[in-house]
């Protein structure tokens, strides 16, 4: 569900019936023409699009500062366990509900370290280490039997706002994106 609210739009995070084809383009043959004018449309009209991204991932950052208590290390590490949690760790897609309450099947012995954050990020190892140990302590990542780490529902939970901001820069993008005449005009990959 999107809701308007003055300039911004904001998503309501729900559960879309699987034969939805709502809102997606679903000719495999126009997506690679849409790329390619969006593309273009990003180059031509670099400073509208990039205006519209640095304000909303501005807020992102500002959010996410904030709410790891001014160390974007941590928020870094909880977002690479994250991405690896759902890239290898989960045998079918979550929705956010999911992913808030914990309500999925999990391969925890799959999962990330120490070692393979501080090679991901750049951070050194200690540092990584301790700021696990710190986000363990919060209950905001918890170790499974064999040493892997996951997200916690209450991090996801606690993130929501950023995950808001998020669907609000994506949002805003692809709204922008579809107002303009090259991409959802009569000549255009869209029709």
């Not at 280490?129 to 997200?151: P, Q, T």
């Not at 808001?164 to 869209?190: E, K, N, V, Y």
């Amino acid at each position: 569900m999107i809701a308007q609210t003055g300039q911004i739009t904001q998503f309501k995070f729900m559960s879309v019936p699987e034969n939805s084809q709502e809102g997606i383009i679903s000719s495999p043959r126009n997506s690679d023409d849409v790329r390619i004018k969006i593309a273009a449309l990003l180059h031509e009209k670099f400073s509208d699009y990039q205006a519209l991204w640095v304000e909303n991932h501005l807020r992102l950052l500002c959010n996410l500062r904030h709410t790891f208590g001014n160390d974007l290390d941590k928020s870094i590490i909880l977002a690479v366990v994250g991405q690896r949690m759902f890239q290898i760790g989960l045998d079918r897609p979550i929705d956010f509900d999911q992913a808030r309450t914990g309500n999925y099947a999990l391969d925890l012995s799959r999962m990330t370290n120490v070692e393979s954050i501080s090679e991901a990020t750049g951070i050194p190892r200690e540092t990584v280490r301790r700021k696990v140990s710190e986000l363990l302590e919060i209950g905001w990542l918890e170790r499974g039997a064999k040493g892997g780490l996951s997200v916690t529902p209450q991090a996801t939970d606690t993130l929501e706002s950023a995950t808001q901001i998020i669907a609000q820069l994506l949002g805003a993008m692809f709204d922008a994106l579809a107002r303009d005449p090259a991409i959802s005009g009569p000549d255009s990959a869209l029709t």
